[in-house]
C-alpha cells in the first residue's frame, strides 16, 4: 500500500493547491487541501465537499487505484454531481434533466448491469457533453463549441480521480449519442435509454397513448429502460 503519490505528495503542490472555501452552511473559511474530498466545519459542524477537488494525479499515476480506492460509489456520484450544477450554474432545468438521467441509469444499471462507474459518470455529464442549442451551456455563459464540452467533461473525470479508461469510455459514449453513432456496448444502451427516459416525460404531454406505445417499442435499447418507460407512461 501506498500511503503517498508523487501526485498528491504536499511538497510540490504550489500556494493554490491549499484554499479556503466558505462553509455552505455558516459562512465561516474552511481550508482544504486539493486533494481532500470532504472535510467538516469547524465552527458549525457541517460536513461538505470540496467543490475545487483535484485527485487529477490518478489518471496516470500507477498506484491510482489505493489512491482513489477509498471513494466509494455515492461519493462519486456526489462529487460529479456538484460538478454539474457548478456547470449549469443555477439553470435549474438542466441540473434536473442531468439528475433524472443519472436517477434512471441508475435504476437500469441495477437491472441490467454495466459498469457503475462509466454508467453514473456519462449520465450525469450527458447534458454538459451533449449541449443542446440554445440551452444549459449557452444558458451557463460557457463556451457551446463540441470540443470545449468534451474537454469540460473530461477534466470534470480527470479531477474525480477516474482512470484514463473511464474518461475515454464516457467521452465515447457522450459522442455517439451525440452523432446519433451505432450504440453496442452495454454501457452506452444504458446511458441512452436513461436520456430516453428523461425525454418522454417532456413527449408524454404531446403524444397521445397510440403514439407514446410507439415510440416506446421503437427507441429503447434496453429491456429494463422499456419496462420503465411502460410503467412510466402507459
Ligand atoms: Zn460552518
Not at 144 to 157: F, P, Q, S, T
Not at 179 to 198: E, P
Request: net charge negative; glycine share 8%; hydrophobic share 35%.
Amino acid at each position: 500500500m501506498v500511503s503517498k503519490c508523487p501526485g498528491q505528495d504536499t511538497r510540490f503542490w504550489g500556494p493554490d493547491d491549499i484554499y479556503s472555501v466558505e462553509c455552505p452552511k455558516c459562512g465561516r473559511a474552511v481550508e482544504f487541501f486539493k486533494d481532500d474530498i470532504r472535510r467538516r466545519c469547524r465552527h458549525c459542524g457541517f460536513m461538505f465537499l470540496n467543490p475545487r477537488l483535484d485527485l487529477g494525479c490518478a489518471t496516470w499515476c500507477q498506484y491510482a487505484e489505493q489512491c482513489v480506492g477509498a471513494m466509494g460509489r455515492d461519493e462519486f456520484r456526489e462529487i460529479l454531481t456538484l460538478a454539474v450544477k457548478d456547470y449549469f450554474d443555477g439553470d435549474r432545468e438542466r441540473i434536473n434533466d442531468s439528475l433524472k438521467i443519472l436517477e434512471f441509469a441508475e435504476r437500469i444499471l441495477e437491472k441490467e448491469g454495466g459498469n457503475p462507474k462509466v454508467v453514473i459518470a456519462a449520465a450525469v455529464l450527458r447534458e454538459i457533453g451533449l449541449g443542446e442549442e440554445d440551452k444549459g451551456a449557452h444558458k451557463a455563459g460557457k463556451s457551446n463549441d463540441e470540443g470545449d464540452r468534451l474537454d469540460v467533461v473530461k477534466a470534470i473525470l480527470e479531477r474525480s480521480g477516474s482512470t484514463k479508461e473511464i474518461v475515454e469510455e464516457v467521452s465515447q459514449i457522450i459522442q455517439e449519442q451525440l452523432h446519433n453513432r451505432r450504440i453496442d456496448t452495454l454501457n452506452s444502451k444504458i446511458v441512452y435509454d436513461a436520456g430516453r427516459l428523461a425525454g418522454l416525460s417532456a413527449d408524454s404531454e404531446s403524444l397521445n397513448k397510440a403514439q407514446l406505445k410507439e415510440a416506446i417499442k421503437e427507441t429503447f435499447l434496453t429491456p429494463t429502460g422499456r419496462k420503465i418507460a411502460e410503467e412510466l407512461y402507459l
